[in-house]
């Protein structure tokens, strides 16, 4: 079963009522505040009200008065990351969540990546502030051994760029019958970023997965 990823483009003296959208194709109505499905044929295309089961989406209105959406009973997937942030224009404050993996087949030091490319790290901006949580978890299917580790701190990127750790704590709440496995959080000053790394069994393959959370400020 196919899924449709869309980007959002505006366009412009088009009434999305009688618009007859692509086949398969999601479009958004702005003067109604729904989401349609194109069949390429029906003006206005078909209404999105819910999803499968007893799930739906409700409720679209202007964030002044109400929800700007309500879920009810569906589960949602966001790739990649998530973000939080308030409306000010000017020193913005944020809360954003990663999800980074990675495989490891021995005992070297391996980087969690958000992509399958790896080449996306978390960023850090610059004149920014974060508070950052981590939650690293490993597991050896051939061992059926676990491990858990978290982490909290602070990291600056000041105005002159640099990138400064000025404070870390870590929790192991288990490294491995043997103790043996580890995680640690690191920066990479040429992309400005935040690094997670993880150290598996030497002789298995181990599968990690880490949530990163940054509540950040930036001082423009």
Known sequence: ????????TEKHNIDGTTHVGDNNRVFFDV???TFRLGDGVTPGGIVIAGGGGSGGLTGITDSTTGPVMVLTDVNVNIENSLTLESDQALNPVENTQYILYCTTTDATETELFRDAGQSLRVPLVVQSTVFYEVEVVGRNNTAGEVCAFTFKGIIDRNQADDLIHVADQKEI???GINENYNAKIALHDISKSMRVLATGDANSEM???????LTQVTHT
């Open 1 to 8: 079963m196919p899924v449709q990823k869309f980007v959002s």
């Open 31 to 33: 003067a109604t505040k």
């Open 173 to 175: 709440v288990s490294d």
């Open 207 to 213: 599968a990690w997965v880490a949530r990163v959370k």
